[in-house]
């Protein structure tokens, strides 16, 4: 007598293994949880590292959807998220590892001396809400040169956030700058190098202010990813991923070793979130999240 198939396994071979993941969230809520449960058992996460994804990367997928199908994978942290978004994240057990909410965006920031009242009202009303909500990070962005040298930004940025610091230091919030490229992306953006990010976190000289260190961007932007972690890892509150070029998955269609890259934050004594924020180019896009945390968990 052949043995039963498990409903897992008839499933699998129903729909094959691109879509599994894809239409077990489409089913019953009851029925998908047994499915995933038992597709989860091959994910034993090693503990090393906490697995955060990005919301924005899933435009197609909502909110509540999402949340139900990142906790199902093991995911803890749904971030880039606003206030109005946080009680939902918080609803299904997850935190929001990297919240947004305050400033201007990415072109105008702390550079900009003329935004320094503007800014500071934002964060001071945007910090005490994440920490009453239980998260102790916000992000923040340079802004663009607008012909401005590096030395006059980091001087205008240090001048402002120091003002801000009162606010994140009694809140126990770290404030924290996003490194990314101006290369490909986000053209003429101030904070596009580790160097200039460290020495602007040792001007303000704050435990409450560190940097997103986003291995997509700083491949594109500098390269010598694994050195420049460990050099500058004290100045760096937060990481994310994507695969280069092409900010897509991280798998070996791409040129970075995510799994060596995780070994040496780990190898840090960093405790925090690795964010997945590469954008899917596969058919099935959380079937790409699952796999990017299989490959992240060393």
């Known amino acids: 007598m052949k043995k039963q198939l498990s409903r897992r396994s008839a499933l699998k071979t129903i729909t094959g293994g691109a879509a599994f993941l894809s239409t077990a969230l489409s089913l019953p809520s009851a029925a998908r949880a047994e499915i995933m449960k038992e ?55 997850l935190t929001c590892a990297m919240p947004w909410g305050a400033g201007k965006g990415i072109n105008d920031g702390w550079n900009n001396p ?83 990010g460290a020495e602007l976190a040792k001007m303000i000289g704050s435990e409450r202010f560190k940097l997103l260190y986003d291995i ?13 972690i460990k050099e500058y890892h004290p100045y760096i509150s937060h990481y994310h991923t994507a695969g280069v070029p092409g900010r897509g998955e991280i798998d070996d269609s791409q040129e970075l070793n995510y799994p060596a890259i995780v070994k040496a934050i780990v190898a840090t004594g960093y405790k925090g979130f690795l964010g997945q924020e590469f954008v899917p180019k596969h058919a099935v896009p959380l079937d790409s999240l699952k796999e990017s945390i299989k490959i992240c968990d060393i």
């Open 114 to 196: 003329a935004l320094h009242d503007e800014l500071l009202a934002s964060f001071e009303e945007v910090i005490p809400k994440a920490a009453n909500a239980g998260l102790d990070k916000i992000i923040t962005f340079s802004g663009n040169r607008k012909g401005l040298s590096d030395e006059q930004g980091l001087e205008n940025c240090a001048k402002g956030l120091k003002r801000l610091m009162k606010t994140a230091e009694k809140y126990k919030v770290t404030v924290t700058m996003e490194l990314l490229n101006s290369k490909v992306n986000h053209k003429d953006y101030q904070c596009d190098h580790t160097k200039w």
């Open 39 to 93: 597709d989860l058992k091959e994910l034993k996460f090693k503990g090393n590292i906490n697995h955060s994804v990005c919301k924005w990367c899933y435009p197609k997928i909502e909110l509540n959807d999402f949340c139900k199908a990142v906790k199902e994978m093991g995911i803890s942290s749904v971030e880039l998220q606003g206030p109005a978004e946080w009680p939902t994240i918080q609803k299904y057990g």
């Open 216 to 228: 997509y961007h700083m491949q594109i932007m500098e390269g010598d990813v694994i050195a420049t």
